[in-house]
Nanobody, 121 residues
């Protein structure tokens, strides 16, 4: 399993970025996928999740209305469109593969190395 993020960078407040996550080594279209971010000195924060077909999406309150998660199963790629970026969105953004069990709920068994997003004026 391999997950490789791209598209990070530095942007001013109010700007936009689009992250991509190229997946390989598993049947991408059969897994929920998620974005998780980690700011310096803080623990991981769940950002968004998408179901296998892309029809259902879920967002943290902190990004709802500004971020859009999507996927292209034909290209084995996950996306995160980030608009109206704020300084508090600065973090390393990871894509991760989702696994659900009744005992633990959602867990994320494979993670990419992350894409750095820096929002600053």
């Amino acid at each position: 399993v391999q997950l490789v993020e791209s598209g990070g960078g530095a942007v001013q407040p109010g700007g936009s970025l689009r992250l991509s996550c190229a997946a390989s080594g598993f049947t991408f279209g059969t897994y929920h996928m998620t974005w998780v971010r980690q700011a310096p000195g803080k623990g991981p924060e769940w950002v968004s999740r998408i179901d296998t077909g892309g029809g259902r999406t879920y967002y943290a309150d902190s990004v709802k209305g500004r971020f859009t998660i999507s996927r292209d199963n034909a290209k084995n790629t996950l996306y995160l469109q980030m608009n109206s970026l704020k300084p508090e969105d600065t973090a390393l953004y990871h894509c991760a593969r989702g696994v659900y069990t009744a005992f633990e709920g959602w867990t994320y068994d494979y993670w990419g190395q992350g894409a750095q997003v820096t929002v600053s004026s």
